[in-house]
Nanobody, 123 residues
């Protein structure tokens, strides 16, 4: 499966953005999808994920309550809605897929990756 991430941009603190991850070349419903982010000089960190059945989870410390993940199987797409953005949310955001029922928070458990989409939040 190929993944295409899009929707990044430059916004001010408090703004919202919606990232999109579109899949092609595979059976979308077979995959759990996650979003990770990587700030300059830092490791790639788990943001949130959605299972094949639609259950979702988020990194509690950094984004819970502000970010929401949803999937639209008809469009082979997963969305990351980001609200109340903060400067510390600035990073390249990546979507990833694994062909299992449940998501993982570990980058090593994902077989397929989209290219990054840059989100910059200024104060």
């Amino acid at each position: 499966v190929q993944l295409q991430a899009s929707g990044g941009g430059s916004v001010q603190t408090g703004a919202s953005l919606r990232l999109t991850c579109t899949a092609s070349g595979g059976t979308f419903s077979s995959y759990s999808i996650a979003w990770f982010r990587q700030a300059p000089g830092k490791e790639r960190d788990f943001v949130g994920a959605i299972s094949r059945s639609g259950g979702s989870a988020y990194d509690t410390n950094s984004v819970k309550g502000r970010f929401l993940i949803a999937r639209d199987s008809a469009k082979n797409t997963v969305y990351l809605q980001m609200n109340s953005l903060k400067p510390e949310d600035t990073a390249d955001y990546y979507c990833a897929a694994r062909p299992y029922s449940f998501y993982s928070t570990n980058t090593r458990d994902y077989d397929y990756w989209g290219q990054g989409t840059l989100v910059t939040v200024s104060s």
